[in-house]
T-cell receptor, first 110, second 114 residues
Framework: QQQVKQSPQSLIVQKGGISIINCAYE??????FPWYQQFPGKGPALLIA?????SEKKEGRFTISFNKSAKQFSLHIMDSQPGDSATYFC?????????FGAGTRLTVKP | KAGVTQTPRYLIKTRGQQVTLSCSPI?????VSWYQQTPGQGLQFLFE???????NKGNFPGRFSGRQFSNSRSEMNVSTLELGDSALYLC?????????????FGPGTRLLVL
């Protein structure tokens, strides 16, 4: 029943590098695409979100790229830092439902 | 502003029992949603409440129920607990809509069913 597929499952990046996480969705009714960051023992926190009327959104070191025709979106973390080490979830929603990707465990090595 | 608070933080129950979890949203937020997080199934939406009414419901059995009070505080109840109900239960609040705007998550209640 998973409608949002996320990859990779885990990612190791060197400090200063670029982390890229990809998601694909199936339901074309989805119109809100947030990314969440979760640290151990904490609830998820919204990082950045995009709607399908734009192809890219940037907030600081975090960028979402959105491809509506391919039904794919991705998170890019520029200049990755050890403090970015966490689990990242993509999500897709419409007015009635929200589906999450399975999560990506990011480790940024100093 | 205080964040979303959930009580209790940890809970141990046995099969067949029932449990009630509580969530206090951020002041002024009227939408409260509940999610189940497990290693196997990931994050799954349970239900959303808005103005004391259940607005949306995920694909969970009727053993899972909830309610919202006039001050927006919410509770969820799981009856006849099963081993598979062991999970982190997360509550999130937003101003008007959990699915169309920023929602703020609480730290969760970790439930262990023995």
């Amino acid at each position: 029943q998973q409608q949002v597929k996320q990859s990779p499952q885990s990612l190791i990046v060197q400090k200063g590098g670029i982390s890229i996480i990809n998601c694909a969705y199936e339901n074309t009714a989805f119109d809100y695409f947030p990314w969440y960051q979760q640290f151990p023992g904490k609830g998820p926190a919204l990082l950045i979100a995009i709607r399908p009327d734009v192809s890219e959104k940037k907030e600081g070191r975090f960028t979402i790229s959105f491809n509506k025709s391919a039904k794919q979106f991705s998170l890019h973390i520029m200049d990755s830092q050890p403090g970015d080490s966490a689990t990242y979830f993509c999500a897709a929603s419409d007015n009635n439902d929200m589906r999450f990707g399975a999560g990506t465990r990011l480790t940024v090595k100093p | 502003k205080a964040g979303v608070t959930q009580t209790p933080r940890y809970l141990i129950k046995t099969r067949g029992q029932q449990v009630t979890l509580s969530c206090s949203p951020i002041s002024g937020h009227r939408s409260v949603s509940w999610y189940q997080q497990t290693p196997g199934q990931g994050l799954q939406f349970l239900f959303e409440y808005f103005s004391e009414t259940q607005r949306n419901k995920g694909n969970f059995p009727g053993r899972f129920s909830g309610r919202q009070f006039s001050n927006s505080r919410s509770e969820m109840n799981v009856s006849t607990l099963e081993l598979g109900d062991s999970a982190l239960y997360l509550c999130a609040s937003s101003l008007e809509s959990s699915f169309q705007e920023t929602q703020y998550f609480g730290p969760g209640t970790r439930l262990l069913v023995l």
